[in-house]
């Protein structure tokens, strides 16, 4: 089993930047998928970023090239850099795992955060 603990939400203007921690309870070293997801009201959850084992890593279009998601595996955390947010970026932000896997849709994931909020507005 393993908790994930989210944080560094908050809120901030159209244009600027977050990063998103993601403190695990064990080593991540062997985790295969390490994951971040957003909800905004009234939407589904959805994938943003995930990261394997391996180093390999891949974003949603929608973020690709203003998000980056990183892992430490020393510190058992896994991060999420955000920057030139938009306000359709606000939503709640969740870490999620899948520890057997190389998948990083939602219903793969095994582990979940509780989420930490995002809200970028002027």
């Known amino acids: 089993q393993v908790q994930l603990v989210e944080s560094g939400g908050g809120l901030v203007q159209p244009g600027g930047s977050l990063r998103l921690s993601c403190a695990a309870s064990r080593n991540i070293f062997s985790i295969n998928t390490m994951g971040w997801y957003r909800q905004a009201p009234g939407k589904e959850r959805e994938w943003v970023a995930h990261i394997f084992s391996n180093g390999t890593r891949n974003a949603a279009d929608s973020v690709k090239g203003r998000f980056t998601i990183s892992r430490d595996n020393l510190k058992n955390t896994v991060y999420l850099q955000m920057n030139s947010l938009k306000p359709e970026d606000t939503a709640v932000y969740y870490c999620?795992?899948?520890?057997?896997?190389?998948?990083?849709?939602?219903?793969?994931?095994?582990?979940w955060g509780q989420g930490t909020q995002v809200t970028v507005s002027s």
């Open positions: 999620a795992c899948a520890s057997g896997r190389y998948e990083w849709g939602p219903s793969a994931m095994d582990y």
